[in-house]
């Protein structure tokens, strides 16, 4: 199939992109890199009837580094964040959850705003965010700029709190400053680089005694949205990673979620695939923490 027919315009500004957001609401979309766009229009599941490029617009692509966080802009390319060092150094999670996005070749296209609006359920991105606990910017024309956390911002399959006429503008990823720091993302698919049937990711923090000063987790393609544990997650705090525990608070976890059967595996085998994911990116950050599992 193609595209049902659509016009197209590259503003230069966000002035300019809000107010024809503005002025056309549902049946515009904004196309950066276009790696989940495209693809639904060419089957039709999305048929806009004009495209926003924002690919010129240069306030959308820096990345700033702030005291306890990194701003991204949403038009920078998830390549260049697999490629940036200072990536690597103060967000060590989002780094190995790009090694799991797609091909390298969409990686060079593909948007860190794309893949976090359009929020597909396996996506990467999300999880990382949610794991994280990062803050999204929203701007419209009349409402100015809105700032959402990611529990708040993912609400469902490929459905966020952005409206109509707002444009995701950056997130801020915050930092985890401080020694014994560990961080693991794993995902199962058919393929490599196919839509995860399953991922899991974890960023902890711990103290001289190896017990958990900080921990978060969480799991995606499981429920419609990516799902983090911070109740879970709480129960950790002063306690030292082993395995045994580690089993039980991920069976504890998926039985929080409400998983789903499909073309490629039951809902029962998802849960399990989940679970074990789980328990090994909790070891698995340990242990590049210091820890012992």
Known sequence: MKAAAFDYIRPDGLEEVLSVLHQNGVEAKLIAGGQSLVPMMAMRFARPSLLIDINRLVELKHIQNQQTFVHIGAGVRQGHLEDSANISLQLPLIKKALVWVGHRQTRNRGTIGGSLVYADPSAELPLAAMVLGASLHLSSL?????????????LGPMYTATTEVECLTGVDLPVWEGLRVGSAFEES???????????????????????????????????????VFPDLANTLIGQRIESSLVKDVAIAALNQCDSSSDIHVSANFRKHLAQTLLRRVVLDAAQEAGGRA
Do not use: W, Y
């Open 142 to 154: 009349e409402e100015g700029t809105r700032v959402l956390l990611a529990q708040d911002f993912f």
């Open 189 to 227: 698919s058919m393929r490599k680089g196919d839509f995860a049937m399953a991922s899991a990711a974890c960023q902890i923090q711990l103290n001289d005694d190896l017990s958990v000063k900080r921990i978060s987790f969480g799991v995606g393609g499981v429920n419609g949205a990516p799902t």
